[in-house]
Structures are given as C-alpha cells and as structure tokens.
T-cell receptor, first 113, second 114 residues
Framework: SQQGEEDPQALSIQEGENATMNCSYK?????LQWYRQNSGRGLVHLIL?????REKHSGRLRVTLDTSKKSSSLLITASRAADTASYFC?????????????FGTGTQLKVEL | DARVTQTPRHKVTEMGQEVTMRCQPI?????VFWYRQTMMQGLELLAY????????DSGMPKDRFSAEMPDATLATLKIQPSEPRDSAVYFC????????????FGPGTRLTVT
C-alpha cells in the first residue's frame, strides 16, 4: 500500500474555521511534504518539514511531524473558499529513495461560504 | 515565472494507438518525474530521471510504456499500444537536487483511450 495514508478522506468546513488533516506513513523518512491540488490542475508544493523538525509554519499553514508515531498534520487556519482543494502528504525516504516522493491518498477539503 | 509545461493537455485516442506525451522541465532542474493519477490508484510514480539518466522506472509497465529524456529540456512518455486502462491524468514534475526535495508539477495530460 502507499507510504502515506490521510485522514479524513473528505472534510467540509465553513469559511473562517480551521482545517486539520492528518497523514500517517510507514518507513523512516528524510522529509515530509504537503501539496495542494485544485480540481483539474497540477499539484502545488506547500511546505516541507524535515525529519529532525517537529513543527513548521508558513503563513496560515502549520505542519507538525511526529517521527515516533510516523505521522504528520497540516493545519490551515482561518480557512477561505479559495482553500477548497485536495491536499496530499508526500514522503521522501531516509535511504534508497533518492528524490522520489511517495504520495498519500489525499484529503478533499471543501470550504463553504 | 518558471513552470513545467506539458503537451498535449488532452488526448483522446483509440485502443492500440501510440500516445506520446511531452514535458519541458524548469530550466536548471535536473530531476524529472512522471506520475499517473487515477481515482482508483491515486498518484503513482512511473519514472524518475536525474541528469537525464533513468534512475527508477519500476512503477511503469515495461511492455507498453517507455520514458526518455532526449535532452535536458524535453522528457517524453510513450504508450504503445494504448489500452483503455491507461486512461488517466499524467503529470510531469521537475525538481532541483541537493538538499531541496520539493517538486514542481506541470498541468498534466488527460488521456482517454476508447
């Protein structure tokens, strides 16, 4: 199965609320990344967190990483309708994978006005 | 504003025909990736190049798929012969090497094989 599994599969919230998505993975990683995909478009890199980091911020995004639990979470604060998209976590293996990314199953986020 | 470009954006073809998809990576990026996205399987890595050399194509059906980088500005993915199960969106991505691992995706080629 895929390296990353995401939870929930789908999330619907009101504009202004926070959205939290979780990702679990199975093997040791070099780093974990989050990407966004708008319907019918390519993926866009959002944020990267390295295995020796626990938390990272970028604008309204907050990512945490717990390597002991092999899990990560993405928090989007004060969500906007424009945040409606699918969000994927992706991992780079610690060894043997080079620059390859293994993607999770994704969370579909819908932000309603 | 550097972007990965892919052509064609849409392709409809009949089973048995050859399909060629093209990708122009971002100038200066020396890793190139091909992915396939379907509802059932999600995003799957098909092939991975570094400095134009194929490093990993284990995700690609070898009997019908081939991926090449004739030069640093062009990557191609060919399917011959195509089958209905190949219908998917195919993404190309490029990335710099070193300690930077993020990838930059093209808009994708939506392939429909009838």
């Amino acid at each position: 199965s895929q390296q990353g599994e995401e939870d929930p599969q789908a999330l619907s919230i009101q504009e202004g609320e926070n959205a939290t998505m979780n990702c679990s993975y199975k093997t040791s990683i070099n780093n974990l990344q989050w990407y966004r995909q708008n319907s019918g478009r390519g993926l866009v890199h959002l944020i990267l967190i390295r295995s020796n980091e626990r938390e990272k911020h970028s604008g309204r995004l907050r990512v945490t990483l717990d390597t002991s639990k092999k899990s990560s979470s993405l928090l989007i604060t004060a969500s906007r309708a424009a945040d409606t998209a699918s969000y994927f976590c992706a991992t780079v293996l610690l060894t043997g994978g080079g620059n390859k990314l293994t993607f999770g199953t994704g969370t579909q986020l819908k932000v309603e006005l | 504003d550097a972007r990965v470009t892919q052509t064609p954006r849409h392709k409809v073809t009949e089973m048995g025909q050859e399909v060629t998809m093209r990708c122009q990576p971002i100038l200066g990026h020396n890793t190139v990736f091909w992915y396939r996205q379907t509802m059932m399987q999600g995003l799957e890595l098909l092939a991975y190049f570094r400095n134009r050399a194929p490093l990993d194509d284990s995700g690609m059906p070898k009997d019908r798929f081939s991926a090449e980088m004739p030069d640093a500005t062009l990557a191609t993915l060919k399917i011959q012969p195509s089958e209905p199960r190949d219908s998917a969106v195919y993404f190309c991505a490029s990335g710099p090497t070193g300690s930077s691992y993020e990838q930059y995706f093209g808009p994708g080629t939506r392939l429909t094989v009838t």
